[in-house]
């Protein structure tokens, strides 16, 4: 544990005895906790005033009004907080009373502070200094946006202690403080980020305010209770039992966090030395297969101490199987939380995709310990700083302790995938600017974590790996337990670095868009010379305004038995000319060098055709994964016509590299996107199936003894291709009958074949394997089995039977954090994609109601996977008003709509060449 300045932080706070309740929550009996009387506000309406508090201020005074979304001053600050909260998970409603200890630099009457759907008793202020002196009663103001404004009949100046008692329900939206049923038991999590924190306990409810909480929950005696501290004492109050835990180090109120429940606690043997003590809590029964997440965290924090050169900052490691999270894992400081499916991997059976899938996400989340909770954004326009980082820490990692599944390479992958989206024009920076809480939940999206990681591995390139992590060390060092900015973090970089890197790390965060750097280059006077021109890259149709970029820039060059790379920032505006000293006509040249740095580039159609035919077995890895990708967006630029396209994708669909293969199956699903008419269907099924088909056979649809890793990273993309686009009939026969054998019982089949087999019978899938879906959904308690089986509902084409699958949403049977599945799924084919659309504009409401408000704003992404004009046109009138969905809505729904408008787009331009050329293709063969 890090100690030192933070106990003297509290030092003079007047904690009245630890491990016994406060008098607030002490004077209201246990009994009547949740007896009859004590009612809880429900619906929309935000925080009552008992009648019995007296109104302080006259009744015409001016009522001071409290924003949420407007942030707060430092002139009233927390200095610590101490929750009590009274959880039974089984009753829909809890208590709770909250003290915190704040100064008021300056006299004030009013206090502005945040507050959601609380229902408070009493509202009091005392004297820090005379904690039993006169107390006063503030006048309670709910606003907008989870704002709160206390009001008190005299002005407080220096330290108080502003003491709240009050009720709230307990609901099963898996968001704020929420339960959880498994089988007849019942939970209680948290998930407080962004702005949830607010609805458990009154707070200020912004990262800039990091201080110590002390937490207690008093529960019944059979259930146990965690949070982010260790236990310090359990103590029977009648038949409950209440938990005392230690301070916590200082946090923002989005890392509190706590777990109740009758919970399995798995506990690492042998532990390394000076490593903090770590544990697994899952739901009773399910703690048997913990140990390869107890054993990889455990690594990963030695990783991760060694790379920062920094201790684990909390005092000890609790991490929490939910069973139903809508986020994959949330970093809460010392109770981390995360889908069950990434704590719970049966060692022996279990896919290489599920553990790696494990190893990454555990990786993420420990690495925020340092990043975002030691040092915390100032405010959630760095949110990038925190999940940026944490997820090009996970690759770092990984590099370390997965080497086998090439961890550099997939971050080549996840960046030209994300300059997909960031070719939008209604695309955000990294670093966004925020206005409100919808911009804040927005900001959690591929951009932030994705150009973000890629923006952070182009930086380490041109810095140099050494260097970069002195900044990154120096950065640590100097703003632990505090708060930070971009600023602060390139200071740091500027200084380890040779060059500044503060002008190009800016411009890649703070503007939208991705560059395009166009190559042309001809050979004289033995040597060569490159015209660069570089430019925001933009779809066909679209125009924004000029832009460039500071780019540091690699291109590499082969000829006959010679290469040669010639790098240089491309700082002097829109052109520039290089000579390198290369004393060869080079064959090719690359205009990124092993895929380096963030920008699209394009090549004269005939020479990115060569690359893919001629030159690619002298292309690196890196190369060869972005090419696919940058031929397509070549493609929908207007840049390559739709035959040189499929000639350049066939080309690459001979690569054995995994993630190639990969690249050239997400190429194959946008082309099937693209095509709705049978004939064409069929020629693209045929095209696919003839470029599929040497990979099946190398790979398998069944796991071999002694395969490389790579086959069980990519299987099952691949055979999902094959049979979903390419019809292959083989493929779906051999995975209904494995499907057939996972219903009877699934133990008997590995768990990523069961999966592959389950959502390619779906495909075909008729009600008897539907029944057997559902059924098994029902009685599973595998999360690997569940989650492959809820891809399989979703992944059905007879509508009624999808419609079949949706309605199990609305039933229980599926959980809020299963819906993204359903969307996503349907978005794949035009016909899934219309069954879904029908299906949700009947029962948005529902969905609203089932998935939270604060979800609601996202919901206009259904109309993302639409490429018709109908759907288009009905989505606009749909949507009129994307307000009433919540703040953000409106720019959710604006992107949403220039991806489908691209789709359609794109489907009139180049649909008519590539049908011809598929034709042409499917009749020579
Ligand atoms: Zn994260």
Redesign the pocket.
């Known amino acids: 544990m890090r100690c030192g300045w933070w106990r003297r932080g509290w030092e003079g706070w007047s904690f009245r005895g630890r491990g016994r309740a406060p008098r607030w929550l002490g004077a209201l009996a246990v009994s009547v906790l949740f007896g009859p009387g004590v009612g809880c506000s429900s619906g929309p309406s935000l925080i009552s005033t008992p009648p019995e508090l007296a109104p302080t201020a006259t009744p015409n005074a001016a009522q001071p009004i409290a924003d949420g979304d407007e942030r707060l001053t430092r002139q009233v600050e927390p200095l610590a907080y101490r929750l009590e909260f009274e959880i039974d998970p089984t009753r829909d409603n809890y208590r709770g009373a909250t003290e915190i200890h704040v100064r008021a630099h300056a006299p004030t009457t009013t206090l502005r502070l945040h507050a959601q759907g609380l229902d408070f008793h009493d509202v009091f202020a005392v004297r820090a200094t005379a904690p039993d002196g006169a107390r006063l009663r503030a006048q309670v103001h709910p606003g907008k946006n989870g704002g709160l404004a206390l009001s008190f009949g005299e002005a407080l100046e220096g330290e108080w202690l502003i003491e709240f008692s009050y009720s709230a329900p307990l609901d099963e939206v898996p968001m704020s403080l929420y339960r959880a049923r498994e089988g007849d038991e019942w939970y209680a999590f948290t998930q407080f980020e962004a702005l949830a924190a607010r609805e458990a306990f009154p707070c200020f409810d912004e990262p800039q305010f990091k201080t110590p909480f002390t937490t207690s929950i008093t529960t019944p005696s059979s259930m146990k209770a965690a949070s982010n501290a260790p236990l310090e004492s359990a103590t029977p109050v009648g038949d409950q039992v209440r938990y005392d835990f230690a301070t916590t180090e200082p946090l923002p109120t989005y890392l509190v966090a706590m777990a109740v429940g009758n919970f399995d606690v798995a506990e690492h043997p042998g532990l390394p030395a000076g490593q903090p003590p770590q544990r697994i809590l899952t739901v009773r029964g399910k703690s048997q297969h913990t140990g390869f997440a107890l054993r990889q965290s455990s690594t990963i924090l030695a990783q991760l101490t060694e790379y920062f050169d920094s201790a684990y900052p909390y005092q000890k490691l609790d991490q929490v199987a939910v069973p139903s999270f809508r986020a994959g894992a949330m970093?809460n400081a010392g109770l981390v939380t995360y889908r069950e499916q990434y704590l719970i991997i049966d060692e022996a059976r279990g896919s290489v995709t599920d553990k790696l899938a494990a190893q990454s996400i555990i990786a993420?989340e420990l690495a925020?310990m340092w990043f975002g909770n030691l040092v915390t954004m100032q405010w959630w326009d760095d949110l990038w700083l925190?999940?940026a980082f944490?997820t090009w820490m996970s690759n770092v990692v990984l590099k370390r302790i997965a080497p086998e599944t090439e961890p550099e390479l997939q971050a080549v992958k996840s960046m030209v995938e994300v300059m997909d989206q960031d070719a939008l024009l209604s695309a955000t920076p990294v670093r966004k600017r925020i206005a409100n809480s919808g911009d804040i939940d927005n900001a959690f999206d591929r951009i932030t974590y994705l150009k973000g990681l890629s923006v952070l591995r182009m930086l380490e390139h041109w810095v140099g790996p050494e260097r970069f992590r002195s900044g990154i060390r120096a950065y640590l060092e100097r703003h632990a337990w505090k708060n930070a900015t971009m600023f602060d973090l390139l200071e740091a970089l500027d200084k380890a670095a040779e060059h500044p890197v503060s002008p190009v790390a800016r411009a890649f965060v703070e503007k939208p868009g991705v560059p395009l750097v166009e190559l042309a280059w001809k050979c004289k006077d033995g040597g060569v010379e490159l015209a660069f021109e570089q430019r925001r890259y933009l779809l066909s149709g679209s125009s924004a305004a000029a832009d460039a970029w500071q780019i540091p820039v690699c291109v590499r060059a082969g000829g006959a038995d010679q290469t040669a790379s010639h790098c240089f920032l491309f700082d002097a505006g829109a052109k520039m000319v290089e000579t390198p000293a290369w004393k060869f006509c080079p064959a090719f040249v690359h205009p990124n060098a092993d895929e380096t740095s963030y920008y699209r580039w394009r090549l004269e159609p005939q020479r990115l055709l060569a690359l893919a035919r001629e030159f690619r077995t002298q292309l690196t890895p890196a190369e060869r994964v972005a090419l696919p990708s940058h031929a397509f967006a070549a493609l929908e630029a207007g840049a390559l016509d739709g035959a040189t396209y499929l000639a350049a994708l066939e080309a690459l669909g001979a690569d054995e590299h995994w993630l190639v293969l990969e690249a050239v199956l997400d190429g194959l699903g946008k082309l099937n996107r693209l095509l709705t008419g049978a004939a064409e269907r069929e020629a693209l099924a045929a095209f696919t199936r003839r470029l599929l088909a040497p990979h099946a056979k190398r790979i398998g649809f069944e796991p071999r003894a002694a395969e490389p890793v790579s086959a069980g990273l990519v299987r099952s993309r691949l055979f999902q291709t094959l049979g979903s686009i390419g019809n292959d009939t083989e493929t779906l026969k051999t995975a209904r009958v494995i499907a057939d054998q996972v219903l009877q019982d699934p133990e008997q089949v590995p768990p990523a074949v069961a999966a592959q087999s389950l959502a390619l019978a779906a495909l075909a899938g008729d009600a008897k394997l539907h029944d057997g879906l559902v059924a098994l959904l029902g009685r599973t308690r595998s999360p690997a089995t569940r989650d492959a089986v809820v891809r399989a509902l979703a992944a059905f084409r007879d509508p009624e039977l999808l419609g079949r699958s949706y309605e199990l949403l609305l039933h229980g049977s599926l959980r809020a954090q299963d819906y993204n599945v359903l969307p996503r799924t349907a978005a794949r084919d035009a016909a899934t994609q219309a069954v879904f659309w029908g299906w949700y504009v009947k029962h948005e409401s529902e969905l609203i109601r089932l998935l939270g408000a604060r979800v609601s704003a996202s919901l206009p992404w259904v109309v993302a996977g639409s490429c018709s004009e109908a759907e288009l046109e009905a989505a606009r009138a749909h949507f009129v008003r994307p307000e009433k969905l919540g703040p953000g809505a409106r720019q959710n729904l604006e992107q949403a709509l220039e991806t489908a408008s691209r789709c359609l787009n794109l489907r009139r331009t180049v649909e008519p060449a590539l049908r011809q050329h598929l034709a042409e293709v499917s009749a020579t063969r």
């Open positions: 970093e993420h925020h925190n999940e944490a």
